[in-house]
């Protein structure tokens, strides 16, 4: 019994850490709301208000048609990806991963430089200007984010396929359209509706997109940024915590579903065996997925380029580069509040220490992990809640519940902190995980017998051994908190802007080029840290 719970002291710093600045606030929050209301019925009034009825609309509308765009475009790709052996493949599975750790409004300016008014697409073809506002725009946005999630989580049911059975396949005779339909055509259809689940999830909860592409008021507001509208603009707290509540529960569901399809996926036997087939000239299945997949990527490589591009179109009457001087003029400084230096170090040192949280976070859950790797299911879905939660409610019950007790605004700075470090860890964490579950014990065993302890045995035994795992864990926390703007920007106070904060603030007052160089600024370093992330083969898994 002893050895059986041996490590559990370590999860409590995890465990506590949640409940503190996720689980307990958030309960309070909706409790008190739910008191001040008048029960039920006054959270049923809230629900079926006519803009808190079309939020909701709004959310499973965007959530559902981004989901199946994600799906039909990375479905093919994903196959290709997971199927195929070619040139390059390890490099573009990796760059796959660029666009999750984008900071939001990076890509919401992407699609407005590339089809909004005078966008580099819309321009020449002025037809798809379409996609330069509203749903159609919003639906881009998402898809960007997204569509990659699908290939990779596709790719991953596909590597994970039974070699046996498909050999047992060939070997009766099969045709490669029933070696696809009775090996690999489940785990890939697994695969795919995972990441259509996970783009609902992220797609219903839109806050930077709806934001800044409605056009036209609250038109296009997901619940998230109707939330948001209640408490910052229309000043009803208590309807806006109701509304969260909502939220949370419409999204029970889809995010248990999601979390049993990524588990099964995970746990699939062929899953150490991937199957690559070398891609045939006489292939027309396989140029054809290479084609759709080549498409797929130039489309999210052309809204990089629109940004970056942007960033040296002239401006004020003077050449390129124009709008970085003007980022770091006084005027921009009289606009923010806050000069861009003093915003980028804000985010510097947000995004720092947040990432340092979550390393320190991640060597104790991982020492959990090796005594019980049946702990890691557990902890995964307890790390998932606040991504449930989504941030703006996070961000509102951090504020709520915690603010009165650190003396009011000169305390925030630490619940920005704790946000982004409690947003990244569910995705950051795995790429200790899965590294720590491949490792044989032979070493630690060793390290036992000569005396060492437990926890001796795991720093001097393990952890070396999945550094770069434990560096991605850092990295990946660093990257998110870069981009993190949606509870950010419920919590800080002007002095405290970071520069998503800002790059949304001049977005607000149309200072396009200015908000364009702090979107190139954005891109430059989030680049930056995937390089640092890809270098030495590290490599953050979903």
């Known amino acids: 019994m002893s050895a059986k719970n041996e490590g559990t002291a370590f999860l409590v710093p995890v465990v506590a850490f949640v409940a503190l600045f996720a689980l307990v606030p958030v309960a309070l929050l909706f409790a008190d709301a739910l008191v001040k209301s008048g029960g039920y019925s006054g959270f049923v009034s809230v629900v079926t208000a006519t803009r808190n009825a ?35 493949r390890s490099v573009v599975r990796s760059v796959l991963l660029v666009p999750f750790l984008l900071p939001s409004l990076v890509v ?17 073809l002025p037809a798809t200007a379409f996609f330069g506002s509203g ?29 046996e059975l498909e050999e047992t396949v060939a070997t009766l005779g099969g045709s490669p359209w029933r070696a696809y339909r009775d090996v690999w055509a489940g785990p890939t259809a697994l695969g795919a ?12 909860l839109s806050f930077a997109p709806p934001l800044l592409l409605c056009g036209a008021g609250a038109r296009c507001y997901t619940l998230e940024a109707q939330v948001y509208a209640l408490d910052q603009t229309y000043l009803e707290p208590n309807a806006a915590a109701l509304l969260a509540l909502a939220m949370v529960l419409l999204l029970v569901l889809p995010t248990a579903v999601y979390l049993t399809l990524v588990s099964r996926l995970r746990s699939n036997p062929g899953r150490r065996a991937p199957t690559l087939r070398p891609l045939s000239r006489r292939s027309p299945i396989g ?11 130039a489309a999210e490589a052309a809204l990089l380029a629109a940004v970056l591009d942007r960033t040296f179109e002239p401006y004020g009457g003077h050449g390129a580069g ?22 980028l170090g804000n985010t510097m040192f947000f995004a720092v220490v947040a990432s340092l949280i979550a390393i320190l976070l991640g060597v104790a859950s991982g020492f959990a992990i090796v005594r019980r790797p ?3 299911v557990t902890l995964g879905l307890l790390l998932f809640v606040p991504l449930l939660l989504s941030p703006v409610v996070l961000a509102f019950a951090l504020a709520s519940f915690w603010e009165p007790v ?21 995705f950051a964490l795995q790429s200790l995980e899965i590294p720590l579950a491949g490792l044989s014990p032979a070493a630690r065993d060793a390290a036992r017998a000569l005396g060492a302890s437990a926890f001796g045995a795991f720093l001097d035994a393990d952890l070396p051994r999945v550094r770069d795992g434990l560096i991605t864990v850092g990295l990946f926390a660093f990257a998110f908190g870069l981009g993190e703007f949606t509870a950010t920007n419920f919590l800080v106070p002007p002095a405290l802007t970071t520069l998503p904060v800002a790059l949304y603030a001049l977005t607000s007052v149309r200072l396009f080029p200015e908000a364009d160089a702090a979107a190139g600024l954005l891109l430059l370093l989030s680049l930056a840290v995937f390089a640092a992330i890809s270098f030495g083969g590290r490599r953050v898994e979903l």
């Open 287 to 297: 140029w054809g997925l290479a084609i759709e997949t080549g498409l797929v990527l």
């Open 108 to 124: 919401v300016l992407g699609v407005l430089d590339l089809f909004g008014t005078g966008g580099v697409v819309s321009g020449w």
């Open 322 to 343: 124009a709008a970085w001087t003007a980022l770091f003029s006084p005027t921009t400084t009289a606009h923010l509040g806050v000069s861009a230096v003093g915003a």
């Open 374 to 376: 049946d702990r890691a």
């Open 54 to 88: 079309r939020s909701l609309d709004n959310s499973l509308e965007q959530g559902g048609l981004s989901a199946a765009f994600a799906v039909a475009l990375g479905y093919p790709a994903g196959l290709f990806v997971g199927r195929y052996a070619w040139p390059g």
């Open 193 to 204: 509706a995972a990441g259509g689940l996970l783009t609902f999830l992220f797609s219903a």
């Open 135 to 163: 749903i159609p725009a919003i639906i881009a946005a998402n898809l960007f984010f997204n569509v990659p999630i699908v290939i990779l989580l596709t790719a991953t049911g596909c590597e994970s396929a039974s070699v």
């Open 406 to 426: 650190l003396g009011g605004v000169s305390g925030v700075w630490s619940l920005v902190i704790a946000s982004q470090a409690i947003l990244a860890l569910p």
